[in-house]
């Protein structure tokens, strides 16, 4: 197995633990090493101070032939450590005087010693091949003649043992460090690393199961936040085109229903219309031909206004119930939204709206129904106002995009809660209390017979954008005038 192919924790721990074998091997190596030599030169140091103390006394009695004094003295030294034996080593390579005895008149044997008149009379630390061989050696002078050498053994067992203990010391403190960087290490890559990951990968799965209105939303400031961020763009603009979808497939659902329902409102419509048409002349008949005190005229003008609902709403339903049959001509949609927001600027609530205009400059010519696209524009900007009863700001904007041209109605009313967003294109779906739940029906049937695309984006509190797509010219079945 390669290591490419290994999970990222996987990754992530064997190159971490890696480096801190590394590291902390090099560092422990280099440690004990001058560890090591500060160890031995302290014990080399002693040994070098008591040799030199102990110089003239044992020049003095060997001068003098005092053989007895000087191993006396010598005995005492090597008594303790870390000095463990020694010899008087004579200028001919003889030794005059050894803790063994057995050496005593013998020539010296093994690593030769440098010549006594190159030993500083400070001293001198020699150090053989392997750990346990180690001296201390000191000139003597006027011994047999000439210059002799003291050599004081040094007890390197003490030494070994000691920085055993210092290694294994070493060791236990760096398995225990390794352990807890690698406890350390496992808990910042569950952190930094897996947790985002597993976030993303539930948002994703969520959003690729079919919920609506999944964003990942890792809230971080490094690379995962901002990959948390790109995805949660791709799921909205990923939902936008679902909606639009969804948009498009509920009206030709609604239309099929309508081919029925729709018949039947287009006679009651009717019936109702020449009743209605007869009350309202009768009103007005009476409103000029009688007179009337201030409170009788004020009921005569709420009838009115009841009836002026009515009267809405049945030319709401009708012009739902007719099919939408296009008288098509060239026109610029700036004129058509215009009209709209002159129409609707009478409207209460109206006066508390900032309009914001922003048309495409191009302003191409669109082959449509002027009338029935004002319609729409019209209950777009319509609904727009009455979502902000409060006031607020209405930003009509009109631009290129694909499929044609693109034309945005966004408030910052109440907006449209979750559960609604599916409903308010169904025709009869209204949360007002006077509302006919009509106009977006309409809306979406003459959007749909231009052949162009609709769809809403919503937050509650923040505000409502809807979005419609025309295309150059309505799709050919639609383009004849009828
Ligand atoms: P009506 O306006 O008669 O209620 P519509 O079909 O025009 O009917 O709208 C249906 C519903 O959609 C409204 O009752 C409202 O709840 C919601 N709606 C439409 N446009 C907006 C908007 N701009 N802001 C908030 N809610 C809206
Ligand atoms: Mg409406």
């Known amino acids: 197995m390669r290591l490419r192919d290994l999970s990222i924790r996987a990754k992530v721990l064997v190159t971490g633990l890696g480096a801190l074998l590394f590291v902390l091997g090099v560092g422990a190596l280099a440690s004990f090493r001058y560890w090591e030599r500060e160890q031995f030169a302290l014990t080399a140091e002693h040994a070098v101070l008591a040799a ?41 390579g003889r030794v005059l005087v050894a803790s063994r005895r057995p050496e005593e008149g013998l020539p010296r044997s093994g690593t030769p010693l440098p010549d006594p008149w190159d030993i500083p009379t400070d001293g001198l630390t020699l150090r053989g091949r392997g750990e346990s061989a180690a001296s201390v050696v000191v ?102 085109s679902q909606q639009l979808a969804v948009t498009r497939g509920r009206a030709l659902a609604e239309q099929a229903g309508f081919a029925q329902v729709g018949a039947l409102a287009a006679q009651i419509g009717h019936e109702i219309k020449r009743p209605l048409a007869g009350i ?3 009103i007005e008949l009476i409103s000029q031909e009688y007179a009337m005190s201030d409170g009788e005229r004020g009921l005569l003008t709420r009838v009115e206004d009841q009836l002026q609902q009515v009267d809405r709403t049945v030319r709401d339903l009708l012009s739902l119930a007719k099919p ?30 900032t309009v914001i205009r922003g048309y495409d400059p191009a302003d191409p010519e669109l082959v449509v129904d002027s009338g029935r696209l004002e319609q729409a524009v019209t209950n777009l900007v319509g609904n727009a106002i009455e979502a902000m009863p409060e006031g607020g700001v209405l930003r009509v904007t009109t631009r290129p995009a694909e499929g044609g041209q693109e034309l945005v109605v966004a408030d910052t009313g109440v907006g449209i809660p979750p559960k609604n967003i599916d409903q308010i294109m169904k025709p009869f779906f209204s949360t007002k209390p006077h509302g006919t739940g ?31 797509i025309l295309p150059p010219t309505p799709p050919a079945s639609q383009g004849a005038t009828p």
């Open 324 to 353: 939408v049959g296009l008288n098509a001509q060239p026109a610029h949609l700036s004129s058509i939204v215009d009209a709209a927001l002159v129409r609707v600027s009478g409207t209460p609530g109206a006066d508390h709206v």
């Open 139 to 240: 000139p003597l002078a006027g011994v047999g003649g000439g210059r002799a050498t003291l050599e004081l053994l040094l007890d390197t067992r003490r030494i070994n043992a000691a920085i055993r203990r210092g290694r294994s010391f070493g060791l236990a403190l760096t398995t225990v460090l390794g352990i807890a960087y690698a406890v350390v290490l496992g808990l910042m890559l569950e952190r930094e690393i897996m947790a985002p990951l597993w976030q993303l990968k539930a948002g994703l799965a969520r959003a690729s199961a079919g919920e609506a209105g999944v964003r990942v939303g890792l809230e971080r400031k490094d690379e995962f936040g901002r990959l948390g961020a790109s995805v949660d763009a791709l799921l909205a603009k990923e939902e936008r």
């Open 52 to 92: 030199r103390a102990l110089r003239p006394g044992i020049e003095g009695a060997l001068a003098h032939g005092q053989v007895g004094a000087a191993r006396r003295q010598l005995d005492a030294l090597v008594a303790r450590p870390p000095a463990a034996g020694y010899r008087v080593v004579l200028n001919d």
């Open 280 to 282: 309202q002349s009768a």
């Open 438 to 468: 009509l106009g977006l029906a309409l809306v979406a049937r003459i959007v749909e017979a231009h052949g162009g695309r609709l769809w809403v984006e919503s937050q509650v509190g923040r505000g409502t954008t809807f979005h419609v």
